[in-house]
């Protein structure tokens, strides 16, 4: 139905694991469509990590080489102030992060969105750690230099979360939520129904990609407590900490417990859930044995589900299986609305 | 973060049953969230429904009284042509089209949306015939005056199936979805589990408000096949009439087969699904015999949900049991779309 005048945006991305790598192929996947129905062309300016260095080039670097990890030269590490150098030199329009997290700072995630924000970019976090800690100043930030901080794949990959409350539920009263949101620990509890001990389930999950060489902050609850936290933050107003939020992990189940509860017809799941009170919003991560009619109890492996209490209904999102793309995806997405809104 | 002009909408709605009613009681209740949250205030100048006629007052209508049905002046229903006349005689900014639907031809309801968007107001439709029949003539209509023709809650009540897809899914390929889109087959169905007949079923599945007075067009699955014919044509493109969709109600089902699927762990439901095939969409409504782990078999009474399988990943919305506030709701969120973006 529409012309559009074809614009082409220059992309830098911090981090370059698998997210950044599958989200490089999602983009020249996608090139056709971008360019067809959103008039969006891109460019790979600038690419970053720990391993890499600082790499930029404001005519385009050859995506396939990146994936390739050929560079066009060798790029020494420098301190983290470099970004801003970095960003002036990929004259980035768009700065992608998806650094690895450190949840208690949110750092240096947050430095980088910032220095983009500053230097007129977009700001695109596929980490919760900025929402969690910098979310209002970010926010008021992007809206002083008339750009966008958004972190659609931050909580559940590519799923529609953030962006579905302002655009397609306008107006509603949230009041609360309950979720499965941790991966790690759903793959641990069916295998320790399988009866496995929590150590062999780890081992298992760590086999198929899905748990960390340090599963402590799945275990413990930690990874779940950031995106109630970033959840409750965005969507509800909540003015809350990391440390606000109740937190029980999964090392307190025994394989005893969890096959006496698969015995008796229930599920042990590690579940998100924040509810708005008298006294503020109150939010907690903790295992609950659930009746197997609850659907939360149904979800099996890496698919994920939240349910929305709003005045007007009730709303719940399944994520299916999410792989890597989806997370690539989430990127994608944010840069679509970014650009076009 | 940002202020607003204030700006103040004229409201026309033709159709004044419950989902009208609830509307207007949905409006007065958001009221100061619209002036806050969105810069908008509203007044209703116009009601219609074949009880009522026509009645219009630019100046605005007593909300109270219209809910209360005390009319300024006693009013003769006039041929439908008179929705143009009413329109102007409204000045409506905006029009909402809740009128009982004749699924054959979408009609009146696509008169009354033509006139409206060439009156120069937007259209919106909680009716799924127009979707169905002049999908892409109310779009291109609207497209050519500058308005929007939004119908998020014809299919799915308040939950956003319409608004998700542009917004929260840009640039995805939608291959298929899948999902339990009527809610009398399924309460019918349920009891028939617990040993009704097929009349009894329906009998109760009327006394608990669900069931129309006359229940072919949900046991025939013409209801939900008009749904999965709007969804497959706005969200996959397809060149889809509703002779096209293949359609098996529910009626061959007995007691017995129902009981006996249930008996054995499975549940019948009947189920509405399309897919991108190389000779198009194809796309069904027929009953199914799920599996008590296929997260369709758990849904109860009311609630409806949909899968909706894309090249990134999948994704599942479920509507938790809602309430005629549901569809009320899908208008006024229309309403804050067409009038803020």
Redesign the interface.
Known sequence: ?EEFPIRTYRLALVGFGNVGEEFVR?LLA?DS??QR??GISWKLTGVASRRIGWVADANGLDPAAALDHRWPQPQATKKPAYVREWLAAAQADVLFEASSLDRRTGQPAIDHLQAALESGAHAISANKGPVVHAYREL??LA?TRGRKFFFESSVM????IF??FP??????DLRGFRGILNSTTNVVLTEMEKGATLEAAVKRAQEIGVAETDPSDDLDGWDAAVKVAALAIVLMGAEIKLSDIEREGIRSLTPELVRAAHSAGMRYKLVCSAERTVNGVRARVRPEKLPM?D?LA?LEGTTSAV?FDMD????????????V??TA?GL??DF??AV?S
Chains 1, 2 share one sequence.
């Open positions: 139905l999602l996608k469509v971008l129905d959103y926010r008021e809206a990959d590519g799923t529609p962006s579905m655009h397609c539920l306008p107006a509603v009619a659907p149904q349910r007007v209904f009730g709303l719940s999102i399944i994520e299916h299986k999410p792989g793309i989806a995806y994608l997405a679509i609305r076009k």
